[in-house]
């Protein structure tokens, strides 16, 4: 089976590339590189000991998305391309939506153009929108909130785009993925987070402070509504998100139709547990400071996961230790990323 992996030479992409590979398949991948590195694909093929075939391109290239689909018989698109970044999504609102909109309808026009019906989205829990806290742990079918950016509306969108065209010809096959918090690394230190300037998600901050390149880590908050004062996220490691999407290829192709689903651990830490997990994982004492909230943050979120075991057969495995332990391996062996 010939899988396109759209933003495969990305953290999350890259991941998913080593379990497609392992599990036997064919890996294309389509990234522009502009928050990924050629590196990365050249330690997805040591870890797995199998090739892939990559083309540069960016998705709002329709020409080059084109040229893939002639070149290559698809059978499947595990669309991961797009623009992540909160911040920046305020800033730059037109950029998010005509990539992530954009982006998408290339590669589900040259999916019509080529019968190429089978596709899993790469979307977040940012579409629950500031659920209550009676509505904790997050179900599929909670109806999607207010998004409190444009990243979080192009997520929302995203899946809407996907559903109506299931809808409108259900032969398409569409797993909607909602990845919680994806933390962590393959296990080898071999891939793993690699962002580019401050890092504005918690976990690679951390493991920059502990690598000596940030004083300390701010701690966004100490006045919410949770045990500690400081939010609540459900982690995932990115080797048991990854897996997730083996198995929702095999959902599309021995079930089919249009599936929603968590993918998290159902088990939510605040930001100082998370932070003392990685200082077990280091063996040193990481320096923080208390700030203000951070604009847009909510109070806690964590999932519930039953619908996954129940469709896909699937549940995370690894805890906060092993999350912690692998992101360290990382960045100690890869200071400088792939640079
Ligand atoms: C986690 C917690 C912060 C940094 C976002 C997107 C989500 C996904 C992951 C793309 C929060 C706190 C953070 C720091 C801190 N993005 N924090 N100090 O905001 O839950 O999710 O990133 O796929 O869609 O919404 O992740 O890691 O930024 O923050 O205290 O230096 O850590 O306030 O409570 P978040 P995060």
């Known amino acids: 089976?010939?899988?396109?992996?759209?933003?495969?030479?990305?953290?999350?992409?890259?991941?998913?590339?080593?379990?497609?590979?392992?599990?036997?398949?064919?890996?294309?991948?389509?990234?522009?590189?502009?928050?990924?590195?050629?590196?990365?694909?050249?330690?997805?093929?040591?870890?797995?000991?199998?090739?892939?075939?990559?083309?540069?391109?960016?998705?709002?290239?329709?020409?080059?998305?084109?040229?893939?689909?002639?070149?290559?018989?698809?059978?499947?698109?595990?669309?991961?391309?797009?623009l992540k970044a909160v911040g920046e999504s305020v800033e730059n609102p037109m950029k998010y939506y005509r990539t992530n909109l954009g982006g998408l309808l290339n590669v589900t026009e040259e999916m019509q153009r080529h019968g190429v019906k089978n596709i899993i989205f790469s979307s977040s829990a940012t579409v629950y929108g500031d659920p209550e806290p009676d509505q904790i742990p997050l179900k599929e079918d909670f109806p999607k909130g207010t998004c409190s950016n444009p990243y979080g509306w192009t997520k929302w969108m995203q899946e809407q785009i996907l559903t109506d065209i299931h809808m409108a010809d259900p032969e398409w096959n569409a797993a909607l993925l909602r990845y919680f918090n994806p933390i962590g690394a393959h296990e080898s230190g071999l891939i793993g987070e690699d962002q580019r300037g401050i890092p504005a998600n918690l976990l690679p901050y951390i493991s920059q402070v502990a690598i000596g390149k940030r004083p300390y880590i701010q701690v966004f908050g100490s006045d919410y509504p949770t045990p500690d004062g400081t939010a609540v996220r459900d982690y995932i490691h990115v080797t048991d998100l990854a897996r997730g999407h083996v198995k929702a290829i095999d959902w599309l192709y021995n079930k089919g139709g249009l599936l929603i689903c968590n993918l998290g651990t159902g088990r939510g830490y605040s930001v100082l547990e998370i932070i003392h997990a990685f200082e077990k994982a280091c063996g040193k004492e990481l320096p923080y400071k208390f700030t203000s909230r951070r604009g847009g943050d909510i109070a806690a979120y964590y999932a519930d996961c039953s619908k996954a075991a129940r469709e896909l057969s699937w549940t995370a495995e690894y805890g906060i230790e092993e999350m912690c332990r692998d992101s360290w391996n990382w960045q100690r062996k890869n200071p400088d990323g792939y640079q």
């Open 1 to 82: 089976m010939k899988i396109l992996v759209t933003g495969g030479a990305g953290y999350i992409g890259s991941h998913i590339c080593v379990e497609l590979l392992q599990a036997g398949m064919e890996v294309i991948v389509l990234d522009n590189l502009y928050n990924a590195s050629r590196k990365a694909l050249e330690r997805v093929k040591q870890i797995s000991g199998r090739t892939l075939t990559f083309y540069q391109i960016d998705i709002m290239d329709k020409a080059g998305v084109r040229n893939i689909f002639d070149r290559e018989s698809i059978d499947c698109v595990i669309h991961a391309a797009g």
